[in-house]
């Protein structure tokens, strides 16, 4: 008999000390509130190991800034506010675990968070089950405010259309209109090069051809030989991670970039920063950029922040977890209520001010399919840059000249009666 | 291997159930009917005890072949990941019924190791751990190519528990009545699973792990027996990777990436993988640590690396083996 009741008792104990440690965790709630007042809490679900860890921890820095100062600005309806942060590992079924925990069991009254598509679809899922409003920060596939676009759940981030849309004008304009494309072998690869051939054909432009790499290549010597072969004007690589480094530091062994312009879709402040020198450059977009001297607040943004995460600038993972957190107290304090319906109503059309947006034209979350209207910074790497200079913007492109419309992006939104 | 060359003779350690092991056993049935209602007691929730109920299950699959047969498997998340999509793409594109749902995830998963096991059964050793994870990531790459028909990278969305259709009505599975469904799989699994292990051809399996050389000298054709271990094993993960997607209401490639395959692993050395339940205290262990020390601290990965550590070093035969023992001495 003692095998079993010592093994549950120690269950038992081991969760209470551990929960107790938790609680010590829970960023502590700042500013003047009286003792009484309970906390409003937000869950916030984020890789904090694996692949996506490092851009994980950028996002939880911006958001907990973001607490700092909604809490020093009085909270949530004069209530403290309480970040929870759970570790993902962008592991989908993992995070939906951890955002039935929050609901159920810390009692959260908004979820927030995630890097990836696929932990940002299952928690898309998991929030309208729970009935609590998920605001995703930067899972970027359509479908979120596509066709699985849900009433629960906004986005922060840009979806991958506008990644495309970005710089494909900059692009079209600047470098020519035969283009060929390094293509990763998976659902994201695949759409982010369907988006980019669908414009590349609407402006009279032509795709000269496309290599496709499994993940993991190391390898990509016959894929560029192929894409030197084909003569583009711009050579499209949609690869990201280490494949990312290998082929670029390859197609630099190659001087490809004498002979065409080197592009791609997305790339993040956290990534350059890894890339050896030899593989920084080609055109690129970016979502948010630190440096913008003629915007007002971003310097002093950028200088808090600076001091909060030891030094590091904030990336545009920064950027999702606190304009996400002050999205969620704006839309909070504006319905003057807490319930989901509330304050889901009170965040479409929500525009963000100034010192949260922290970019020009006044980003807002769309009604229609819950979808950031924000900028896009495409530019290009500079290669001989040193951190945090590795990227110039070329220009800003406004979300709502690239954004699909609701109509086109799939979303039909229903809400419960 | 050592699992294979281990020569001291205690076969059926903890599979019996002699006097108070009965009472045992039924304190530890109790416990699990009761526990949503003593979780939240203890300040955890009904959801994790399902995910220990579905991590348990799996190990406890893996480890007929594990601890019992001798066969290393770091490839059994490819069967629990095919019991999570035969439950998802019949959700989703046949219709919604949740007993077919199971029966496809089950057959799906089962029937693949049942396939594959006569090209695994020939191997020995590390060989059998290398053809197992090679047939785990090629299910892998499948689920993350096949786009258009399993949601690829993204994972498998789209569908979710549905009612569960009984003879008195229907019953709605949240929470607390999902709880009970995993729980009464679980039973049917582990039934299976100790039925088999108390049966002339479980003692084999224990004699093909203790020393094959010899079993094959009595006659008994040893492959064929891994082969039947594997595809029991089979059997029971893919159940239990079943539960995982209506749990989750989701799947995703990642339950079935060779990582996930090694958690097993690892749940099973840490709960004692010669003892029936030790791959139970196993995942309580894991699941337990995975919800509460990743609260507290990102690095909670080396807290459980650290213990099954420990454990490989000074209690070879895992937590619930060393206690086993300590209470025979």
């Known amino acids: 008999m003692d095998i079993f009741t010592r093994n549950f008792r120690r269950r038992s104990v081991l969760g209470g000390a551990a929960a107790v440690a938790a609680g010590s965790l829970i960023y502590p709630a700042r500013g003047t509130f009286a003792a009484s007042e309970t906390p409003v809490k937000i869950g916030m679900v984020d890789p904090q190991t694996g692949t996506y860890a490092a851009l994980g921890a950028s996002e939880i820095t911006g958001a907990r800034l973001a607490l700092d100062q909604v809490n020093k600005a009085g909270g949530i309806l004069g209530r403290p506010v309480e970040l929870l942060v759970e570790d993902s590992a962008a592991d989908p079924g993992l995070a939906v675990t951890k955002a039935r925990k929050l609901v159920n069991s810390d009692k959260v009254n908004f979820l927030m968070g995630s890097v990836s598509s696929a932990v940002s679809l299952s928690l898309n899922q998991a929030a309208e089950e729970l009935k609590t409003l998920y605001l995703d920060t930067g899972g970027h596939t359509d479908q979120v405010t596509g066709t699985q676009c849900r009433w629960t759940t906004f986005r922060t981030c840009s979806t991958t259309w506008m990644l495309t849309a970005g710089n494909f004008r900059t692009l079209f304009d600047k470098f020519g209109k035969s283009w060929y494309f390094i293509t990763p072998d998976y659902a994201y690869g695949h759409s982010l090069q369907k988006d980019y051939a669908s414009q590349l054909a609407k402006a009279g432009g032509k795709v000269l051809g496309n290599a496709l790499t499994p993940l993991g290549t190391t390898d990509f010597s016959s894929y560029l030989i192929r894409a030197r072969a084909a003569k583009p004007d711009v050579l499209v690589n949609l690869t990201a991670g280490n494949d990312l480094v290998n082929s670029m530091k390859q197609a630099t062994q190659f001087g490809l970039e004498k002979d065409m312009t080197i592009a791609g879709a997305l790339i993040e402040l956290e990534d350059l920063a890894a890339l050896p020198k030899e593989a920084r450059l080609g055109w690129w977009v970016m979502e948010w950029w630190w440096d913008q001297p003629n915007q007002p607040h971003v310097a002093d943004f950028v200088a808090t922040y600076k001091t909060m995460a030891g030094g590091k600038v904030p990336s545009g993972r920064s950027w999702f977890g606190f304009a996400s957190l002050h999205a969620l107290a704006l839309a909070a304090n504006k319905a003057k209520a807490l319930d989901t319906m509330s304050v889901v109503k009170a965040m479409e059309g929500l525009a963000l001010p100034p010192e949260v947006a922290l970019q020009p034209n006044n980003p807002f979350y769309r009604a229609a399919d819950h979808q950031l209207i924000a900028n896009e910074f495409p530019g290009y790497v500079l290669s001989n840059g040193t951190y945090p200079d590795l990227f110039h913007v070329a220009n800003i492109v406004p979300g709502s000249t690239i954004a699909l419309s609701p109509a086109e992006d799939g979303c039909k939104m229903t809400y419960p009666t | ?329």
């Open chain 2, 1 to 329: 291997m050592s699992v294979e060359t281990e020569a001291r003779p205690r076969s059926r350690a903890g599979l019996a159930l002699p006097g108070d092991e009965k009472l045992r056993f039924a304190i530890f049935a109790v416990l699990l009917l009761a526990a949503p209602f003593w979780l939240p007691l203890v300040g955890s929730y009904t959801d994790l005890g399902t995910r220990v109920l579905v991590y348990a299950l799996a190990a406890m699959g893996l480890n007929l072949l594990l601890g019992f047969t001798g066969g290393l498997s770091f490839g059994h998340a490819a069967y629990f990941g095919l019991g999570a999509y035969g439950t998802g793409l019949m959700l989703r594109y046949v219709g919604p019924n949740m007993w077919l749902a199971v029966l496809a995830g089950v057959l799906l998963g089962g029937v693949a190791a049942t396939l594959l096991g006569p090209l695994v059964m020939k191997r020995r050793g590390i060989y059998f751990a290398m053809i197992t994870i090679a047939f785990g990531q090629m299910f892998y790459f499948i689920a993350v190519r096949w786009n258009n028909f399993t949601g690829g990278e993204d994972g498998l969305t789209g569908f979710q528990r549905e009612p569960l259709a009984l003879p008195g009505g229907a019953i709605h599975l949240t929470t607390v009545p999902f709880y009970y469904f995993v729980l009464a799989f679980f039973a049917v699994g582990a039934f299976v699973l100790w039925w088999v292990l108390n049966s002339p051809l479980g003692h084999a399996m224990v004699g093909a792990r203790e020393n094959a050389r010899r079993l094959e000298f009595l006659g008994v054709r040893v492959e064929r027996l891994t082969w039947i271990a594997f595809a029991i094993s089979g059997f029971v993960t893919a159940l239990a990777g079943s539960m995982s997607a209506l749990l989750n209401n989701f799947t995703s490639p990642l339950d079935l990436y060779w990582q996930l395959s090694g958690y097993f692993v690892i749940i099973c050395v840490l709960g004692g993988m010669r003892n029936f339940w030790g791959p139970f205290l196993g995942a309580a262990i894991y699941v337990l640590m995975q919800d509460y020390a990743s609260s507290v601290t990102k690095n909670w990965l080396s807290v459980i690396g650290l213990m099954f550590i420990l454990v490989v070093l000074f209690f070879p035969r895992g937590l619930l083996g060393v206690l086993a023992r300590r209470r025979s001495a």
